[in-house]
């Protein structure tokens, strides 16, 4: 069964280090989004991407975050210069544009908890 | 803006026994999806159960079943002869219908199932 898949599983880096996270959604699928939960709180919406640009953003999602699709199979979540509070899962998810498909859910990937110190 | 609220930090059920949890949600749209998320230890997203707005008849998977009260704004998850394995936080969910449909999760309910 696809499946979205996210590396690296783990990432630690040092405040005000740039990280880049990598998602390989499925491979039919033309919606991409990113959330993020932070630890023991709920998963919240960061960004929705579709036809190369944002569709929709949160007020999380500020000049700090960017989001690429570089090559046409992986969708990328940079932050620039990290803080402590951005520690967290960061879960990627992808959905099929058909409207009419079943299931036509957000597929999401297994996250990637970031840890900053 | 849509709204999910799950006012049960942690629950309990004996194994083989059947629990409840409840979840409302708040939404001025008519056609919506509704999700709940099982996510154990590791932290991954798992989807358990969906169920369309438009659908009267409330949707069911194996041991987990829905009651949706559309009117009501209520979308409670029932587990019949719970596990060792359902213990998990679990999460109702929101999407729209519309739009680039985002999901809105709830703050989460912590099962907890006693051998």
């Known amino acids: 069964e696809p499946e979205v898949t996210q590396t690296p599983s783990h990432q630690v880096t040092q405040m005000g280090q740039e990280v880049i996270l990598r998602c390989v959604p499925i491979?039919?699928?033309?919606?991409f989004y990113w959330y993020r939960q932070i630890l023991g709180q709920k998963v919240e919406f960061l960004v929705s991407?579709?036809?190369?640009?944002?569709?929709?953003k949160s007020e999380i999602f500020d000049d700090q975050f960017s989001v690429e699709r570089p090559d046409g199979s992986n969708f990328t979540l940079k932050i620039r210069s990290t803080k402590l509070e951005d520690s967290a899962m960061y879960f990627c998810?992808?959905?099929?544009?058909?409207?009419?498909?079943?299931?036509?859910?957000?597929?999401f990937g297994p996250g990637t908890r970031l840890t900053v110190l | 803006a849509q709204t999910v609220t799950q006012s049960q930090p942690e629950m309990s059920v004996q194994e083989a026994e059947t629990v409840t949890l409840s979840c409302t949600y708040d939404?001025?749209?008519?056609?919506?999806?509704l999700f709940w998320y099982k996510q154990p230890p590791s932290r991954q997203m798992i989807l358990v159960i969906r169920?369309?707005?438009?659908?009267?008849q409330n949707a069911t998977e194996n041991r987990f079943s829905v009651n949706f009260q559309k009117a009501a704004k209520s979308f409670s998850l029932k587990i019949s002869d719970s596990q060792l394995g359902d213990a998990a936080m679990y999460f109702c969910?929101?999407?729209?219908?519309?739009?680039?449909?985002?999901?809105?999760f709830g703050t989460g309910t912590k099962l907890q199932v006693i051998p």
């Open positions: 998810a992808s959905k099929t544009a058909l409207s009419n498909a079943k299931p036509n859910e957000q597929f």
């Open positions: 491979s039919n699928h033309l919606y």
């Open positions: 991407f579709y036809n190369n640009e944002i569709s929709e």
């Open positions: 939404t001025s749209e008519s056609d919506y999806y």
């Open positions: 169920q369309e707005a438009y659908k009267q």
């Open positions: 969910a929101y999407r729209s219908a519309e739009g680039y449909q985002k999901v809105t």
